[in-house]
Structure formats: structure tokens, C-alpha cells
């Protein structure tokens, strides 16, 4: 079962920011929180991940609460491109930190 | 870095029939990753390789299914006598393979449909 929670959809206006939730309740102190997404047809792709501190990229910021146990992925500027499901996973560290994938939510960016 | 590459992208085949995909990983990427995902849900784990070894294999795969990674570059999953249930998306995925610490490259995916 996977470890996290997520909302199965959600709707955003172009050139808003996007906050996706996740919870994860159970995580252990040195397990990392990984966010991906997928576009239609294609591959997932990795898009942040962070242990405790809120984290930035060119694609996004990783909000991480102070207890772990949630988080929220922030896309700044929403664009149509940005219109995929997007997974939040915690790596199993008792598995060779395999990836355990939930259904993610999905993420529709209107005009 | 040329991406991870799939090959081939579809592929439609009868029930009963053999099929082998590839993947070809980023060069120098030690770790690589079989997935399958079918419609509406998140890729479901298959097998890892560390280099040429196979390391873990998820309980719920068939003994239809193998995979091998010969000299740890490329790989090749192979299914036996599919089955329509069978049908979905195979995700390969690399990664240079450092503990809880790593970022996974996926492919395009194969899209097996078996009738």
C-alpha cells in the first residue's frame, strides 16, 4: 500500500499557483518525500524531493511541515503544460527504497 | 545525457504469444527498473537491477515474466504465453543509485496490448 494520501483531482486557472497536498503520515525520520508527475502517454518525471527543509527548483517548491507528516507541492505560475497527475511518494527504505505508487491526483490547469 | 529509450513503444501481440521489450538507460546509471502501469493507476514495481544483478523482484510477477540485464547496460523483459491481462504500459526507469537519496529517469514506455 502506498504511504502517502493524496487528493484523486484538482482544477487550477492558468497563471495561478498550483498547491498539490499530500499526506504522510507514517514517514520515518531519514526517509525523503519525492514528487513526480506524468503527462499523458508518457513516462513519469521527476519533478523535487526533500528530507526536512522546503526545497525550490526551476519546476517547483516543496513545502515540508515542521512534523513531516505532510507536505504541498507548489507549481507558481500554472501553464496547460502543467496539466498531469502528479504522484507524492516515500521511498520504503526496508525495500531497496522502492517506489510504492498511489493513483496521484489530477492536476487540471483551465484557461 | 540522451534520456532513457524504449523500445518498442507498441506493441500488439495475440494471447499466447512471446514478446521482449528493451530499455537502454542513461549511460553510467547503475540502477534500472521495470515498472507496469494500467489505466488510472500508478506504476506497479516489477524488478530492479544493480548493474547485471537482479536484486529484488516484485512477489506479484508472474514466472512468465523475466528480465535480464547482460553486462549491466541494456535490458530486456521478456513474457511468456501473454495473457490479456497482460495488457498495459512497461516503464523502465534508471538511476545512478544512491540509497533513499535518488532521482528515477523514466522511459517512454511500451504499451502492450494482447488480444
Known amino acids: 500500500d502506498a504511504k502517502t494520501t493524496q487528493p484523486p483531482s484538482m482544477d487550477c486557472a492558468e497563471g495561478r499557483a498550483a498547491n498539490l497536498p499530500c499526506n504522510h503520515s507514517t514517514i520515518s525520520g531519514n526517509e525523503y518525500v519525492y514528487w513526480y508527475r506524468q503527462i499523458h502517454s508518457q513516462g513519469p518525471q521527476y519533478i523535487i524531493h526533500?528530507?526536512?527543509?522546503?526545497e525550490t527548483n526551476e519546476m517547483a517548491s516543496l513545502i515540508i511541515t515542521e512534523d513531516r507528516k505532510s507536505s504541498t507541492l507548489i507549481l507558481p505560475h500554472a501553464t496547460l503544460r502543467d496539466t498531469a497527475v502528479y504522484y507524492c511518494?516515500?521511498?520504503?527504505?526496508?525495500?531497496?527504497?522502492?517506489?510504492?505508487w498511489g493513483a496521484g491526483t489530477k492536476l487540471i490547469i483551465k484557461p | 545525457d540522451t534520456g532513457v529509450s524504449q523500445n518498442p513503444r507498441h506493441k500488439i501481440t495475440k494471447r499466447g504469444q512471446n514478446v521482449t521489450f528493451r530499455c537502454d538507460p542513461i549511460s553510467e546509471h547503475n540502477r534500472l527498473y521495470w515498472y507496469r502501469q494500467t489505466l488510472g493507476q500508478g506504476p506497479e514495481f516489477l524488478t530492479y537491477f544493480q548493474n547485471e544483478a537482479q536484486l529484488e523482484k516484485s512477489r506479484l510477477l508472474s514466472d512468465r515474466f523475466s528480465a535480464e540485464r547482460p553486462k549491466g547496460s541494456f535490458s530486456t523483459l521478456e513474457i511468456q504465453r501473454t495473457e490479456q491481462g497482460d495488457s498495459a504500459m512497461y516503464l523502465c526507469a534508471s538511476s545512478r543509485g544512491a540509497g533513499n537519496n535518488e532521482k528515477l529517469f523514466f522511459g517512454s514506455g511500451t504499451q502492450l496490448s494482447v488480444l
Open positions: 511518494i516515500v521511498p520504503i527504505m526496508d525495500s531497496n527504497y522502492q517506489l510504492i
Open positions: 526533500g528530507l526536512k527543509n522546503n
